[in-house]
């Protein structure tokens, strides 16, 4: 089955930005759709964003539209989300997921911690 | 604010069933979108309980159930063991926000 690792997370000041990275397993990797999503401390669940296994389409939570951006590089098997302007209420963990807009989710990462310091 | 509301806790006594509803409106579950069932256990990443058409992945014993009326969906647990104890989150689609939606969670305690 194939995994999902996540890296990039740390601790960040209001207003800067910082990479997220979701590596796979799997060499059919290149044809999932990928999300993230993220988990505030003691929240639930909130999805942030999509991308179509070729990365023609590229979806996004309001909350993150014009801050975030997702991107793909299908030979190192890998998505990536790159978070500028952060937020203190970006402040969660961020997992990515393979899974189609309308379907469900899995498998799931482990989750990368992100956390802007105001 | 979630858009699919879940009650923040349930509780029950090992060997009980019990119920956590997901209630959404015609946009997402009432639109008939599929609604999918997560297990979140302590410190870890959710992990999927019920896909499509109500479906158990490989592993997942058959205790777990899910069914759906009108705009609202419930996942049922039958003989509650000590390892179900986490919290179990519900998602669908909506097609107002052109987005996924989940609920805002609900913690399972095993008396």
């Known amino acids: 089955e194939m995994q999902l690792v996540e890296s990039g997370g740390g601790l960040v000041k209001s207003g800067g930005s910082l990479r997220l990275s979701c590596t796979a397993s799997?060499?059919?990797?290149?044809?999932?759709?990928v999300n993230w999503l993220r988990q505030a401390p003691g929240k639930g669940l909130e999805w942030v964003s999509s991308?179509?296994?070729?990365?023609?389409?590229?979806y996004y939570a309001d909350s993150v539209k014009g801050r975030f951006t997702i991107s793909r590089d299908n030979a190192r098997n890998s998505v990536y989300l790159q978070m500028n302007s952060l937020r203190a209420d970006d402040t969660a963990v961020y997992y990515c997921?393979?899974?189609?807009?309308?379907?469900?989710?899995?498998?799931w990462g482990q989750g990368t911690l992100v956390t802007v310091s105001s | 604010q979630s858009v699919l509301t879940q009650p923040p806790s349930v509780s029950g006594a090992p060997g009980q069933r019990v119920t956590i509803s997901c209630t959404g409106s015609?946009?997402?579950?009432?639109?008939?979108?599929?609604v999918y069932w997560y297990q979140q256990l302590p410190g870890s990443a959710p992990k999927l309980l019920i896909s499509?058409?109500?479906n158990r992945p490989s592993g997942i014993p058959d205790r777990f159930s899910a069914s759906k009326s009108g705009a609202s969906a419930s996942l049922a647990i039958s003989g509650l063991q000590a390892e179900d104890e986490a919290d179990y989150h519900c998602?669908?689609?909506?097609?107002?926000?052109?987005?996924?939606?989940f609920g805002g969670g609900t913690k399972l305690t095993v008396l």
């Open positions: 998602h669908s689609y909506d097609s107002s926000l052109s987005g996924v939606v």
């Open positions: 799997e060499l059919r990797f290149k044809v999932y759709n």
């Open positions: 991308i179509t296994g070729s990365g023609t389409y590229i």
């Open positions: 499509g058409n109500n």
């Open positions: 015609s946009s997402n579950i009432g639109a008939g979108y599929d």
């Open positions: 997921a393979k899974g189609d807009l309308g379907d469900w989710f899995d498998p």
